[in-house]
């Protein structure tokens, strides 16, 4: 199946930091997606890739489809303690309508 | 607006036992997942539906079946739990022109004893 490789496992980083992450896969993907789960909560989506290059922004939050489409990339620009939280890179998981998940960046953010 | 709702919470049960968790969404959506995430190994999905009245395996289903007798609906059933079955269960859906964007559910902790 889909393998999704996400790095760092945990970050922890000061209030107004920038925060880099991203996810690589094994095989080529048309699409990539980033969500956010707060603790005692579901993943909420942040952002939706679906073209190669493509640069996203949903207000601190950056993404960036790879141009060799097995990678993306998540940035957070002046990071606020309400960023803490599990990020998770997702994919289409090999057939129509299934996602593969990262494992998921840990972030703390120290205020 | 509720989006998508799970019941329980929580729960617990004893090895054997039998329980059905039930997911409901309120954006029309055709597409409805669930999913178990367990600590290190991310969101594994269970089963899944494209509509009313089907259902399909996915990557972890042994142990579980499902039903959507309603497209607004979709039941997680366990017909005898065990240990390996304690984890957080997460329900999503989706509307079929973005089937990857899915709204999740808030979870519901299962323990089995």
């Known amino acids: 199946g889909q393998q999704l490789n996400q790095s760092p496992q945990s970050m922890f980083i000061q209030e107004g930091e920038d925060v880099s992450m991203n996810c690589t896969s094994s095989?080529?993907?048309?699409?990539w997606l980033w969500y956010k789960q707060d603790p005692g909560e579901g993943p909420v989506l942040l952002i939706a890739?679906?073209?190669?290059?493509e640069l996203t922004s949903n207000g601190r939050l950056t993404a960036q489809f790879g141009i060799t489409r097995k990678d993306s990339f998540l940035n957070i620009s002046a990071s606020i303690p309400s960023d803490v939280g599990i990020y998770f890179c997702?994919?289409?998981?090999?057939?129509?309508?299934?996602?593969?998940f990262g494992k998921g960046t840990l972030l703390t953010v120290n205020p | 607006n509720a989006g998508v709702t799970q019941t329980p919470k929580f729960r617990v049960l004893k090895t054997g036992q039998s329980m059905t968790l039930l997911c409901a969404q309120d954006?029309?959506?055709?597409?409805m997942y669930w999913y178990r995430q367990d600590p290190g190994m991310g969101l594994r999905l269970i089963h899944y539906?494209?509509?009313?009245?089907?259902?399909a395996k996915g990557e972890v289903p042994d142990g579980y079946n499902v039903s959507r007798l309603k497209k607004q609906n979709f039941l997680l059933g366990l017909e005898s739990a065990a240990p390996s079955q304690t984890s957080v269960y997460f329900c999503a859906s989706s509307w079929s022109g973005t089937p990857y964007e899915q709204y999740f559910g808030p979870g519901t902790r299962l323990t089995v004893t």
């Open positions: 997702a994919g289409p998981g090999g057939s129509n309508y299934k996602l593969t």
């Open positions: 095989s080529i993907f048309n699409t």
């Open positions: 539906s494209v509509g009313e009245g089907t259902t």
């Open positions: 890739l679906y073209k190669a290059g």
């Open positions: 954006m029309n959506h055709e597409y």
